[in-house]
């Protein structure tokens, strides 16, 4: 991969780390629903794609281990992490419903949020943090 690319997806990463900073800061509020978990998975695999110090760099951090290792390596997630994220997708996808006056994007959006909730329900295993710790040890 050339250099340009590789310095893009290092700073995607970065700006995706920071984006995830803000979602572990707003997990102490209950009332603000922003996710940490997609932009932490983002930040990986941009990371991941950039170099080898990075993505080896990134996997050994405390911030790995606490929010993205039971995903990726056991597809699961605790109900706050699946509820923060559901709650934020959910409000991007009806903003863009009501923004957009197009029957066919409007179908589109309805099929990506039927999508969402099917995946997040039956693909990824509920844990709650006792197992994901107990897990660990």
């Known amino acids: ?8 997806f290092l700073l995607a990463g970065l700006v995706a780390l920071a984006l995830g900073g803000v979602g572990i800061i707003a997990n102490f509020f209950p009332f603000i629903p922003f996710p940490t ?25 405390k911030v790995y281990e606490k929010y993205l290792a039971d995903f990726v390596q056991e597809r699961t997630m605790t109900f706050k992490q699946k509820r923060n994220i559901l709650a934020f997708a959910s409000l991007s996808l009806l ?20 999508s969402k909730y099917l995946y ?13 710790y107990l897990a660990k040890k």
């Open 1 to 8: 991969m050339n250099p340009v690319k590789r310095l893009l």
């Open 120 to 132: 997040f329900v039956f693909l990824i295993e509920t844990i709650d943090n006792e197992e994901s």
């Open 37 to 61: 978990t997609p932009f932490l998975l983002l930040a990986s695999y941009c990371f991941s794609r950039s170099s080898k110090r990075f993505d080896v760099w990134f996997t050994k951090t």
């Open 95 to 114: 903003v863009s419903f009501i923004l957009i006056d197009r029957l066919f994007v409007r179908a589109i959006l309805i099929v990506a949020a039927i």
